[in-house]
Structures are given as C-alpha cells and as structure tokens.
T-cell receptor, first 111, second 118 residues
Framework: SQKIEQNSEALNIQEGKTATLTCNYT??????LQWYRQDPGRGPVFLLL?????KEKRKERLKVTFDTTLKQSLFHITASQPADSATYLC??????????FGAGTILRVKS | DAGVTQSPTHLIKTRGQQVTLRCSPK?????VSWYQQALGQGPQFIFQ???????QRGNFPDRFSGHQFPNYSSELNVNALLLGDSALYLC?????????????????FGAGTRLSVL
C-alpha cells in the first residue's frame, strides 16, 4: 500500500537558520508533490507544488526538491522566523484530485 | 473573494447520532473534496463531488455520505456516529473534477469542522 513518511519528531531550530523537512514515499508514482502548512485547529494552507519532471522549485524563502529515483522530497525554509512555526504536510497526487498526505512534521523556530 | 467556508466550526454529538457538515467552495471552483484528520495525523481522503455526483471515494464506510448542490456547495453526512469519528473534517475545493488534473488544479482547504463524539 502507499506509504508517505515525514520526520516523526518535531524539528527545533534557531531563528535565522535553514529548516529542512523530509518526505519519503513508497509504492506510489506521484505526478505532483505538494507542501502545505497547517496551524493548530486550522485547515492546511497550500505552499508549493512540484511536478514529477521538475527537480527544484522556489518561492521567496521556500525551496522544494523532488527526487523520483530516491522517492524523496526535501522542503527548505531559509532565514527561518518564529512565525514559520507550524506543522508542514507533504501530499502526493497522481491523477485526479485525490491527495495522499503524510502525517506532517512540527517545526518550532526559537528566537 | 471568499475562500472555502465550512460550518459549523465545532460540533458535539453522542454515539449513534447523525451529523451534517457544510461547505461552500472558493469562488470559481466546482469540485469539492472531503477529508478526515485525526489528531496528530495527516488528512485522509473521504470522497470528492463534481457535477453533483460522487466521483472518487476513499476507504470509508457507507455511513459517510455526501451531496453537492447546483451552486457547488456540499454536505458531508455521517450516520450512526462512533467514538472513532471524532476528528477535524476538512473540505477542499478545486476546479474541473477528475479532468482538472493539471498542476494549477490546487486544492484549497477550509478551516474545518471539529467533531467530537461522546
């Protein structure tokens, strides 16, 4: 069955450093990989999408890489700020709209 | 431009009862998907509605049913509630149904309905 794994433990980093979150998957061939941010008690907010034929995507302080050989995506937040503290969800999509989510990684940025 | 809106925000029910959750999609969107998110877990796909029909369904029992109206809004119904149904229920909207498979077909989520079953 499809399996998506994200860092199970919370990631604690110092303000100004780069946060790197990992998403690994098995038994799946996604056409798109998406990253969402979720704050407590709120719905996920879309951040970035990367296609299967793309290696890297950037948006402001965010960068996503996608390696279909390793079946892995890395999500980077540079110059992190306390306001970046949240849960980050990795989601995969083949065709159609059905998203398959990982459990998420909690990021805590300390000032 | 209003985003995805869900109601109610919170709901408390007892085992065996039935519940209806509502969702209005983002302006310009015609496809609604429902997800269940248990505490500490990622959202799990329940089903998707497009053109007033259920188009895709996840691994959820028939107690979970839905409806989509001509104005694209949607309802999620859960019958015979179990304690394990306690979760955050999320609605996501997009456009084009299953045919809308392009990269620009992003799903936008509402804030969710927190359901507690006692």
């Amino acid at each position: 069955s499809q399996k998506i794994e994200q860092n199970s433990e919370a990631l604690n980093i110092q303000e100004g450093k780069t946060a790197t979150l990992t998403c690994n998957y098995t038994n799946y061939s996604p056409a798109y990989l998406q990253w969402y941010r979720q704050d407590p008690g709120r719905g996920p907010v879309f951040l970035l999408l990367i296609r299967e034929n793309e290696k890297e995507k950037r948006k402001e302080r965010l960068k996503v890489t996608f390696d279909t050989t390793l079946k892995q995506s890395l999500f980077h937040i540079t110059a992190s700020q306390p306001a970046d503290s949240a849960t980050y969800l990795c989601a995969l999509r083949r065709y159609g709209n059905k998203l398959v989510f990982g459990a998420g990684t909690i990021l805590r940025v300390k000032s | 431009d209003a985003g995805v809106t869900q109601s109610p925000t919170h709901l408390i029910k007892t085992r065996g009862q039935q519940v209806t959750l509502r969702c209005s999609p983002k302006s310009g969107h015609d496809t609604v998907s429902w997800y269940q998110q248990a505490l500490g877990q990622g959202p799990q796909f329940i089903f998707q509605y497009y053109e007033e029909e259920e188009r895709q369904r996840g691994n959820f029992p028939d107690r979970f049913s839905g409806h989509q109206f001509p104005n694209y809004s949607s309802e999620l119904n859960v019958n015979a509630l179990l304690l394990g149904d306690s979760a955050l229920y999320l609605c996501a909207s997009s456009s084009g149904g299953l045919a809308g498979v392009g990269a620009k077909n992003i799903q936008y989520f509402g804030a969710g309905t927190r359901l507690s079953v006692l």
